[in-house]
T-cell receptor, first 114, second 112 residues
Framework: KAGVTQTPRYLIKTRGQQVTLSCSPI?????VSWYQQTPGQGLQFLFE???????NKGNFPGRFSGRQFSNSRSEMNVSTLELGDSALYLC?????????????FGPGTRLTVL | AQSVTQPDIHITVSEGASLELRCNYS??????LFWYVQSPGQGLQLLLK??????LVQGIKGFEAEFKRSQSSFNLRKPSVHWSDAAEYFC??????????FGKGTRLSVIA
């Protein structure tokens, strides 16, 4: 079974621009979570989607948004990019059954903001 | 609020030596615990998880972890480290449908 895929793998943007990252979960997985990873803050939860609905949201400004499609694929968007948004953005998928989901991570998208 | 502490930022071990990475958590509900490994420039790979039952869990690549409720710990162990184990290791805690909370990670270096 194919793993979680994320596109693009690398991205360079300038301040003020916006960016859209894509995540395709493992086949059959219905939940998708997004995390931001930086050397200073570590892994921080952004949001989680299940059945096209945002189920949980982390403590990030409204510039960060996401959505999930009917095929469970997800996108996250960051508007008005700031230098501090440079990070590795990780997507994780899970079956979202009873109890805590085991999350399986993709390789990440490395975003650099200049 | 839930939190995870990995007290060791960086550990260096010799190839063939044993390894123990520490993880302490603070969580109000029954915790579900995970260990992930991340190689440079890569995503996180699940090593093992604990939901309930036997407190000693086996994972991939020869790793195991022991859940000790009285000590709020979930330490990761490996009896003999290989050079390919050099990576960053993350402990995480969650419960039900709550997001995972990760520790800051422990970077493992392996020397010959």
């Amino acid at each position: 079974k194919a793993g979680v895929t994320q596109t693009p793998r690398y991205l360079i943007k300038t301040r003020g621009q916006q960016v859209t990252l894509s995540c395709s979960p493992i086949s059959g997985h219905r939940s998708v979570s997004w995390y931001q990873q930086t050397p200073g803050q570590g892994l921080q939860f952004l949001f989680e989607y299940f059945s096209e609905t945002q189920r949980n949201k982390g403590n990030f400004p409204g510039r960060f948004s996401g959505r999930q499609f009917s095929n469970s694929r997800s996108e996250m968007n960051v508007s008005t990019l700031e230098l501090g948004d440079s990070a590795l953005y990780l997507c994780a998928s899970g079956i979202a059954g009873e109890g805590t989901d085991t999350q399986y991570f993709g390789p990440g998208t490395r975003l650099t903001v200049l | 609020a839930q939190s995870v502490t990995q007290p060791d930022i960086h550990i260096t071990v010799s190839e063939g030596a044993s390894l123990e990475l520490r993880c302490n958590y603070s969580y109000g509900a029954t915790p579900y615990l995970f260990w992930y490994v991340q190689s440079p420039g890569q995503g996180l790979q699940l090593l093992l998880k604990y939901f309930s039952g036997d407190t000693l869990v086996q994972g991939i690549k020869g790793f195991e972890a022991e859940f000790k409720r009285s000590q709020s710990s979930f330490n990761l162990r490996k009896p003999s480290v290989h050079w390919s184990d050099a990576a960053e290791y993350f402990c995480a805690v969650g419960s039900g449908n709550t997001p995972l909370v990760f520790g800051k990670g422990t970077r493992l270096s392996v020397i010959a």
